[in-house]
């Protein structure tokens, strides 16, 4: 039913009198509408009692679906309707078509929708998805820079915008709930997913965590009570801080490895960014994949239950990890039926699963059933997945919007993230020792040239989680614009290009003297998660043969397309400048704006900049420290609004 409109349900002051005549006029206009009042329907309603009254009419059957995320592909309306399913997500890259457009996805989501709502008590499923830098696993999107980048800008507001722009994306594919943003603390840049956190320096991840969470899910008014979720309505989406906790402080920076450090510095430098989240209404938790002085996190109930749920005051759910209740136990000795019972006492509310739902489901049953873990449990995790459900107006406004599908990759948008790009480059060096300053370049130059790898391949540009979980080179992979085709927009339409991706010394030379510069582009290729550690960190081969074959015959300025700091002490005396880009998306236009002076550069670096790997980790503040550039540095030059 709709409610009865009158604001004193609101007051949990209102006298007796006035509530038992709210309740008879409710029950009137439910029975007009032929229905029966339903408590929990009532939007009316403090959320704290429509989650008592729902989870007070649910079957265990109903619980336990409400516990279960499935992926995408096997969320058929029937699964969904005899699972009691609550929530639903796409792993990297899983899309309901190639290329789908906005429509296609709202489409998709509006039909496992319906079929939750079908089920007898109506509970909408969350679908998440991980949009980590931008809506990536959507084509078309916008891609803005990976967290690395913007941990660069130090810009806080920037960072909020690119949070609403990234849910506006997600909610114009019907998606109200993304895992993001990753506050992880990277300590070690050997790492794979160091890119997806904003800095080494805890205080710079907390300051870009208190901006990105009301980004996404809007603000939460002031003197709100400390961890009760807050997601506004409307375009905003649920958020989730993750990978808790300890996930960037492994052992040489091996995924899903051993955190080993005393409690002491557990809490100081890993755990204030979730202490941020918190304050800030995250929806949800999800636990890393890794272990904290060799005890999983999936089991670690000290950290989930005593610290986040009870210190923290953490009052959303906790999400697992992908298939992290089957990792607990290492094969052959997986022992799936144990794993679950750890996993659920430590604290976990949501499992994502992602496909042996029927396995999970019926080991979980049983385990309630025989009492080895208690109802009580189960209602706290029920509890909190519902109160995240009620608080974002799920039950009001279940569907997609057909209204939000333009806001996919929408032009105001691409402007924030070209924003972004700009602000994120840092310039690590301007012009040989004792030489003029490189950048900005002339827009005027009669012939250049453009080289390496990175120049022209938007994929390269973007990283992983970009349109598949790996992301990948190439580009047609989504719509965007590469440092190449923005160089061609900047410069002067007399100005001549030559561009090779492998330059070939010889020709290089015989022409090198008709070229005023260069711009070298080369990095890594892209990696997601494991796949991405690395224990040498060197610049992937040929870029250090083209940086000396290139600089040693033409000025050059050399970007580098990164998650991370590489080995370059070896070629940075042949280069006339240096600007570190991170992955900066789809954009390109932004790198541009500030090699041609449009705009000055102001990024700082986010992390220390090692010499060699041997060094690592090495962060700022050690006391044995020696990097190549210090945590925070950064050149700048002022824009150049009179070029001749
Ligand atoms: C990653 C998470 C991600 C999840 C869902 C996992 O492998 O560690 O960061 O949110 O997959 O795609
Ligand atoms: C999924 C990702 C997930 C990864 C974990 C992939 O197959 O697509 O979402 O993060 O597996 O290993």
């Not at 997601?231 to 040489?252: E, I, L, P, Q, Y």
Request: some cysteine; hydrophobic content about 40%.
């Amino acid at each position: 039913m709709r409610a009865a409109p009158t604001t004193m349900w609101r007051s949990p002051a209102a006298p007796a009198c006035l509530l038992v005549a709210a309740v008879l006029l409710s029950a009137v206009a439910a029975a007009t509408a032929g229905e029966e009042y339903v408590k929990y329907k009532d939007p009316k309603k403090p959320i704290g009692e429509r989650v008592d009254d729902l989870l007070s009419r649910m079957t265990l059957a109903e619980k336990i679906g409400q516990m279960s995320q499935i992926e995408r592909a096997n969320a058929t309306s029937a699964v969904i309707e005899k699972y009691f399913v609550g929530s639903v997500l796409s792993g990297g890259g899983s899309v309901p078509s190639e290329k789908a457009t906005a429509k296609e996805w709202q489409q998709m989501v509006a039909k496992m929708q319906k079929a939750a709502l079908k089920t007898r008590l109506g509970i909408p499923i969350i679908y998440g998805i991980d949009a980590v830098h931008g809506h990536n696993n959507v084509h078309n999107a916008t891609i803005f820079p990976h967290n690395v980048g913007l941990g660069a800008t130090r810009d806080p507001k920037l960072v909020k915008r690119i949070g609403q722009s990234t849910a506006h994306e997600a909610r114009a594919t019907g998606i109200p709930y993304t895992f993001a943003p990753c506050v992880a603390v990277c300590r070690d840049p050997r790492w794979g997913r160091c890119y997806e956190s904003y800095s080494e320096d805890t205080k710079l991840v907390q300051l870009m965590t208190s901006a990105m969470v009301p980004g996404l899910q809007g603000d939460a008014p002031a003197r709100y009570p400390k961890g009760t979720p807050f997601v506004a309505g409307g375009m905003n989406v649920a958020g989730c801080a993750k990978h808790f906790v300890g996930d960037g402080g492994t052992r040489d920076g091996i995924n899903e490895n051993n955190t080993v450090l005393s409690f002491h510095d557990l809490m100081r430098i890993h755990m204030p960014p979730y202490d941020d989240a918190v304050i800030k209404g995250v929806a949800s938790v999800m636990i890393s994949y890794s272990s904290w002085n060799g005890v999983k996190m999936h089991e670690n109930r000290f950290l989930i239950t005593d610290i986040l749920k009870n210190k923290l005051k953490f009052r959303g759910f906790v999400i697992t990890d992908w298939q992290a209740v089957d990792r607990i136990t290492t094969p052959p000795h997986k022992h799936y039926y144990h794993s679950i019972q750890e996993t659920i006492h430590a604290g976990i509310d949501m499992v994502m699963i992602p496909y042996d739902y029927p396995e999970f489901v019926a080991d979980l049953t049983t385990q309630v059933s025989n009492g080895s873990i208690k109802l009580d449990r189960i209602n706290d995790a029920v509890s909190r997945i519902l109160r995240v459900k009620f608080a974002m107006g799920l039950f009001e406004n279940p569907l997609p919007d057909p209204r939000l599908a333009g806001e996919l990759g929408d032009k105001e948008h691409r402007q924030i993230a070209r924003e972004a790009v700009r602000r994120s480059l840092v310039l690590l060096k301007n012009g040989k020792h004792g030489e003029k300053p490189v950048l900005p370049l002339s827009k005027k130059a009669d012939k250049i040239l453009v080289a390496g790898s990175h120049a022209h391949n938007l994929g390269f540009q973007c990283g992983g989680w970009t349109v598949s979980w790996q992301g990948q080179g190439g580009n047609n992979v989504t719509a965007g614009t590469t440092i190449l085709e923005a160089i061609k927009a900047a410069v002067d339409e007399s100005t001549v290009i030559d561009y090779t991706e492998h330059p070939d010394k010889s020709s290089i030379a015989e022409s090198a003297k008709e070229y005023d510069y260069a711009v070298v582009v080369v990095g890594e290729e892209p990696y997601a998660e494991t796949e991405g550690d690395n224990l040498n960190l060197t610049i992937p081969s040929p870029g250090p043969k083209v940086i000396k074959d290139v600089c040693g015959l033409v000025k050059c300025v050399v970007v580098l397309v990164s998650g991370r700091p590489l080995v370059v002490e070896p070629y940075i005396g042949a280069m006339d400048a240096f600007v570190a880009a991170w992955l900066p998306g789809t954009e390109g236009h932004g790198v541009a704006d500030v090699l041609f002076g449009d705009h000055g550069f102001t990024g700082k670096l986010p992390r220390t900049w090692f010499k060699s790997v041997d060094q690592l980790p090495m962060n700022f503040g050690d006391k044995h420290y020696n990097p190549l550039f210090p945590f925070g540095f950064g050149l700048t030059t002022k824009p150049s609004h009179s070029q001749s």
